[in-house]
Structures are given as structure tokens and as C-alpha cells.
């Protein structure tokens, strides 16, 4: 089994619906606690303010990123892996 099932959309006949598997959210259940550790320990010694400053700088560098990746494929070699693309974009993540 997987980290994700799917299922015909309870909505939509065209749509595949994916939700995370027991497994997924096992995994989801022990990763978020670990990244949370590291996240405290990285910031360990900032201050409030501090911190505000730097996740507001990590949201736009995320932002950069996100509207820049169209270009980074556009320039990258032939024969790359240049074609895949996401399908949408991913939501900002809240930091």
C-alpha cells in the first residue's frame, strides 16, 4: 500500500479524489512532530521580532521561487527532466 488512495470524486464523475492512506498519515504524524523540533532548534535565540522578520522573508523567498520555476524549466538542458511540470500550484506554506 501506498502513502495515498484514491477514489472516484463524490462530486464529479471526471475527478479522482486522493487523500493521504493509514500509512501516509502515519508517516504525516511523525514527520510533523520532527520538523517542528528542528524548526525550535534552528530559531533557538530569536527573538519574537526576529522571527517575524524571517518568516515573512522565507514567504517571499518561497514566492520567488514559486513564480520563477516556469523560467528555471524554460532554461533548463534538452533532454532534462524540462517537461514535467506541476499542475497547479502549491498553497504558501504557513511558517
Do not use: C, F, W
Not at 524571517?54 to 523567498?61: D, F, T
Not at 499542475?87 to 506554506?93: A, G, L, Q, V
Amino acid at each position: 500500500m501506498g502513502l495515498v488512495v484514491r477514489a472516484p470524486s463524490k462530486t464529479s464523475g471526471r475527478e479522482i479524489a486522493v487523500a493521504l492512506s493509514d500509512r501516509g498519515r502515519r508517516l504525516v504524524d511523525r514527520l510533523i512532530p520532527l520538523g517542528r523540533r528542528y524548526e525550535e532548534i534552528a530559531s533557538a535565540g530569536l527573538s519574537k521580532q526576529e522571527n517575524v522578520v524571517l518568516r515573512r522573508a522565507l514567504r517571499h523567498m518561497y514566492r520567488n521561487l514559486i513564480n520563477a520555476e516556469p523560467m528555471a524549466v524554460k532554461d533548463r538542458p534538452a533532454g532534462s527532466d524540462a517537461a514535467i511540470r506541476p499542475t497547479s500550484r502549491p498553497e504558501t506554506p504557513t511558517i
